[in-house]
């Protein structure tokens, strides 16, 4: 499903309040960033998909709505498939990112195949206060692995609910080192409901979208 991005939304999430429009009708959301692989001579164009996966309830959803519409929901609604587009302009670059937000119960597994197969970076949500959602992100990671061995994308692991931190079942240096091993995964803890470091997950997404195209500095 596409939702429409209204300009009332773009002034909601301070985030986005840089929000400018083109002759389309998708807005381009700037988005400020002191790094330097955004500045070069020329306006590049790019796209990139992002594939959000991981077990049901672990906040995929609250991320993405966090992001794009500063907005956050108590309520948990079952997510089938759904599809968001925002083309972002961050220094020269001009970043499509159409993003995936998938079920987290992956009843339909060809689903689950396609979903990743497509994308160029995946973002993989647990709990931080649910062990078991930690051990499902591995299982899709390897199952990534060995659906894609010439490892042309890059994950980001993504401890979500870190606001629940008094209830944590798993530390983030173990979550880390037990996750990341090459230099493609990155990880972070965030909270949807507090917005930590959401902004800073998106930032990760964008250099790992820009440096797949080889423009890294
Ligand atoms: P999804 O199935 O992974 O898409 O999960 P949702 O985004 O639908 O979130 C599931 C439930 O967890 C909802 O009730 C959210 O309000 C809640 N939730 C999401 N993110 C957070 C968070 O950062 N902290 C806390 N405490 N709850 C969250
Ligand atoms: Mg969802």
């Given at each position: 499903m596409k939702f429409p991005f209204s300009r009332k939304t773009v002034m909601h999430a301070p985030h986005l309040a840089h929000g400018i429009y083109t002759d389309k009708s998708e807005p381009v959301v700037e988005v400020k960033s002191k790094m330097k692989i955004f500045e070069r001579e020329r306006t590049s164009y790019q796209c990139s998909r992002v594939v959000f996966m991981g077990g049901p309830g672990v906040g995929k959803s609250a991320i993405i709505a966090r992001y794009l519409y500063g907005d956050y929901r108590e309520y948990h609604e079952r997510t089938v498939e759904d599809f968001h587009s925002r083309t972002f302009k961050i220094g020269t670059v001009l970043l499509q990112l159409d993003i995936i937000d998938t079920t987290g119960s992956y009843v339909f597994p060809a689903m689950r195949r396609v979903a990743m197969a497509k994308g160029d970076v995946f973002a993989l949500v647990y709990s931080v206060d649910d062990f078991q959602s930690f051990e499902e992100v591995l299982a899709i990671q390897k199952e990534i692995h060995e659906q894609r061995p010439r490892r042309n994308y890059s994950v980001v692991v993504v401890g979500n609910k870190l606001d629940l931190r008094e209830k944590r079942e798993i530390?983030?240096?173990?979550?880390?080192?037990?996750?990341?091993?090459?230099?493609?995964?990155?990880?972070?803890?965030?909270?949807?409901?507090?917005?930590?470091?959401?902004?800073?997950?998106?930032?990760?997404?964008?250099?790992?979208s820009v440096n797949k195209e080889g423009i890294s500095s």
């Open positions: 530390a983030p240096d173990e979550a880390e080192m037990m996750s990341c091993g090459e230099s493609r995964e990155e990880f972070l803890e965030t909270s949807a409901r507090d917005n930590i470091n959401i902004e800073c997950l998106f930032e990760r997404i964008f250099c790992q």
